[in-house]
């Protein structure tokens, strides 16, 4: 098969020092849901975050109660990362549907320690620090993404600067919840492959990506198409 390095659906967030390399959740919030975040520290000092669930804008019930955060005080050592943990912790099960929350991230003043002499003094660090706040969704019920998932339409012809193929794709989720996903190309046999992140598609929608594929030279060589994300793996394969 030839060799290809898969792109990987991770959107990102940067302000200033923090840098976060995802923003969505997307997971199921009974006892399965789970997802890992690496959080960067740019900056030449220590960062230290309090973080937090709240409800989204219009949610009702209790996000707090049903996605936890590990850990709930988060330090960033300079030019570093640390690892943040959500899960899906509904202690009842959910009605299905999608539900809207917040991810909190409040810094926390890092005492220091300097002498003067024989004296000890302690401050807080003054630099400051914006608080970003990251609407997600996760999702209650269960979703078989293989059903949920469809190629409405692809059209594609060769490319204007004379290098693979390049057009349009139209997918529908028909799911309860959104989900960001890529979409893996084959041929008949499967010795031939392209990838290609088309995004988030949200709920109950349709979405027309432009895609660009490098690997194939003739549309009608594409035989196969499969549905993945980095972290639910491959979810469905459609016959084009």
Known sequence: MKKLTMCFLLASLNVFAFRIDG???????DKSGYKEYKVYNDSLTKSRY??????????KVNMSSIVKVYP???TVEPHSYAILKLFGD??????????DFNLEF????IPTIKKNGDKKTVAGTSSIKLAPSLAMSGYGGTIDWAKSLKVKSLDLKKSSDGKGLEGDIVVENKAHSGLSLGIKMYDEYKNKLDSYAIGRIPKQSTKSIKIKVNNFEDPKEIKKIVFYTSDLGDLGEVDI
């Open 50 to 59: 309090k973080v937090k669930i709240s409800n989204g804008s219009n949610e």
């Open 106 to 109: 409040a810094p926390v003043v």
């Open 23 to 29: 923003i969505t959740f997307d997971q199921s919030l």
């Open 72 to 74: 709930q005080i988060l």
């Open 90 to 99: 509904a202690p009842k099960e959910l009605e299905a549907r999608e539900y």
